[in-house]
Structure formats: C-alpha cells, structure tokens
C-alpha cells in the first residue's frame, strides 16, 4: 500500500553511462517533485510537475530530463552520467499548493 | 539557502517531551513553518506546519512564538523511534506547483532509553 514508490532502491553505474528512475503515486496527487540529496546530506528541489506540466526546474544540468506521462507518474532520466551525479534521489508528491509532500524512500544512485 | 537555524543535536530520554528549537527571524508574512523528519535511510516524513497559531496533531505540536521568529515543535513522550534528523523549513505559498521546500541541516534527535 506505498503511497510514492521510486524504482530502484539502489543504482550502481558508470560513467558515461544513461539510467531512469521511475517514481508512482498512488494518491491521487496533482504535484510531483525531484528532490537530491546529497553527500552532505543536504536536500534540493531539482524539478515538479503539476498536472503533467513543468513548473520548477531548478539549476540542475540539462543531462537530467523528468518525464510525465501521467499525473502518476514522474520519472528521472539522466544521460551520461557523472561521478557528482552520486547521490540520494527522492521522489515526492502533494496534492495542492502547501499541502504536505509525501516522499518515497529514495534511490541511491552510485556512479563509479 | 535555509531560512532557518536549527541546533546540530538534541538528546531526549525515552518516554520525555522532546522539544526541538527553530530560528526563523527573517520569516515573512506570507510564509509557513513546516517540520518534517528523515529517519535513517527513509525519504522525510511530514509532521506538521502552521503559520500563527499554534498546532496539534496526533504526532507533535508546533508553538510560534507571536512575534513568529521562531517556533518549537514538541513531540510529547518521545519514543526510540523518533530518532532522525528533524528539519524546520519556511516557505511562502506561490503558486501550484511552484512552491518548494529548502531543506537545511536540520536536527539530530537522538531519543535515548
């Protein structure tokens, strides 16, 4: 009964290499987000969706491309993967604006 | 950057109040207090939010203080499994979508038996 769901939970890759997670709500949600967090813990927005829309898309490298195919759905493609790239990767939704984000449990991408 | 200042950590003893301190002196009129939590290896977990008055829910209370410049939340008899980094953010409603939570370091709660 997981509400947001990020697949995989662990991602060990090369660089250069391209991956996707893919990230699920089932809760009905309007708003998706993409948030990093990284080596020193630190948790940034890097993208969110509302109603299949781009609404944020934070200074992250355009080698990162959030797709929507339904409001249930966001996922993260990233191309030519760096060695920065490693990091905790959330997934998140809300319903509307202000309304608390319901996070998955991440997916910690390692690019050796 | 956090609009917010939090201490690094905190101990509580199992089955006391924890009370978590949190700075915010630049806060604005339109923008919200909000605490969430990330207990080890999860994804942060809402916890509750308010913007003057002082909430309850069935896992914490939040006290702003009039002047709003700083806020605390209580969790009332702290257990061992509310140890994990507690984060106190600020932020202005702005549109669908576009509103975004900045995390900072947050706080350490170690709740110890």
């Known amino acids: 009964d997981t509400a947001v769901s990020q697949t995989p939970k662990y991602l060990v890759t090369q660089m250069g290499n391209d991956k996707s997670i893919k990230c699920e709500q089932n809760l009905g949600h309007d708003t998706m987000y993409w948030y990093k967090q990284d080596s020193k813990k630190f948790l940034k927005i890097m993208f969110s969706y509302n109603n299949k829309e781009l609404i944020i898309n934070e200074t992250v490298p355009n080698r990162f491309s959030p797709k929507s195919p339904d409001k249930a759905h966001l996922n993260l493609h990233i191309n030519s993967l760096e060695l920065g790239d490693s990091a905790v990767y959330f997934c998140a939704s809300s319903q509307a604006e202000g309304t608390p984000l319901h996070f998955g449990n991440g997916t910690r991408l390692t690019v050796t | 950057d956090a609009k917010t200042t939090q201490p690094p950590s905190m101990d509580c003893a199992e089955g006391r109040a924890a009370n978590l301190p949190c700075n915010h002196s630049?806060?604005?009129?339109?923008?919200?207090v909000y605490w969430y939590r990330q207990i080890h290896s999860q994804g942060p977990q809402y916890i509750i939010h308010g913007l003057k008055n002082n909430e309850t829910n069935e896992m914490a209370s939040l006290i702003i203080t009039e002047d709003r410049k700083s806020s605390t939340l209580i969790l009332p008899h702290a257990t061992l499994r509310d140890t994990a980094v507690y984060y106190c953010?600020?932020?202005?409603?702005?549109?669908?979508?576009?509103?975004?939570?900045?995390f900072g370091k947050g706080t350490k709660l170690s709740v110890i038996p």
């Open positions: 953010i600020v932020t202005p409603y702005s549109g669908a979508g576009s509103y975004q939570l900045t």
């Open positions: 630049t806060i604005s009129g339109n923008e919200y």
